[in-house]
Every structure is written in structure tokens, then in C-alpha cells.
């Protein structure tokens, strides 16, 4: 089994930065692309950013310029540096990973718990 787990989340004042980590643990084989969602009340959830496993990122237009999501292979860990946040960015973010198994060496899809980002005005 493979748990994703979610830390730096919190409240911070518009303009302001936070650090969200991702940390996997458990059965691991590899990890595949990497990705951050975020999921606002009353809004669809929405791909915030992603990183392949060579290293290659993706960003939604609405983050461009602002958040910078890097990952530590050896850690097994993703990170998402937060910058000049916005009281929109008020969502709770989710950690996504595509996880081979050790054990089965068969690729699954695996989510956190979530940690939530409040930003205000």
C-alpha cells in the first residue's frame, strides 16, 4: 500500500507565500508524474500543476509566473512553492501520484488527504 502525505498548508495574507509538501511512503517500486489539484467551494476541481519524472512541469494559466512545483525523487516527495497568493487560491490542495507498485510492480493511482490554503484580503 501507498499513502500520500500533505503539510504546508494554512493562512496567509494576500501577496503572501506558503510551501505545500507531498511526501509518499509504502510499497514503492517508482513514481510517474507528480501533480497538485485544488478543489475551491462551489468549483470544480482543477489541476493546479504537474511534474513528470524527468522533470518536465505544466502549470494552469491561473498560476503562471506565481508557483513553482518541484519534486525530490530521493525523498519520493513533491513540492508546491506558493508566491503573491490571492485570495482565489483559497481552495483545499490535493497531492496526486502515480505510484509502481514493489510488490506488483503494476502503476496505480494514488491521492492525499488534502491541506487546506486560506488565503484573505
Known amino acids: 500500500q501507498v499513502q500520500l502525505v500533505e503539510s504546508g498548508g494554512g493562512l496567509v495574507q494576500a501577496g503572501g507565500s506558503l510551501r505545500l509538501s507531498c511526501a509518499a511512503s509504502g510499497s514503492i517500486f517508482s513514481i510517474g508524474s507528480m501533480d497538485w489539484y485544488r478543489h475551491a467551494p462551489g468549483k470544480q476541481r482543477e489541476l493546479v500543476a504537474g511534474?513528470?519524472?524527468?522533470?518536465?512541469?505544466n502549470y494552469a494559466d491561473s498560476v503562471k509566473g506565481r508557483f513553482t512545483i518541484s519534486r525530490d525523487n530521493a525523498k519520493n516527495t513533491v513540492y508546491l512553492q506558493m508566491n503573491s497568493l490571492k485570495p482565489e487560491d483559497t481552495a483545499v490542495y490535493y497531492c496526486?501520484?502515480?505510484?509502481?507498485?514493489?510488490?506488483?510492480?503494476?502503476?496505480?493511482?494514488?491521492w492525499g488527504q488534502g491541506t487546506q490554503v486560506t488565503v484573505s484580503s
Open positions: 496526486n501520484a502515480d505510484v509502481r507498485s514493489s510488490t506488483t510492480l503494476t502503476y496505480n493511482h494514488y
Open positions: 511534474i513528470t519524472s524527468g522533470g518536465t512541469t
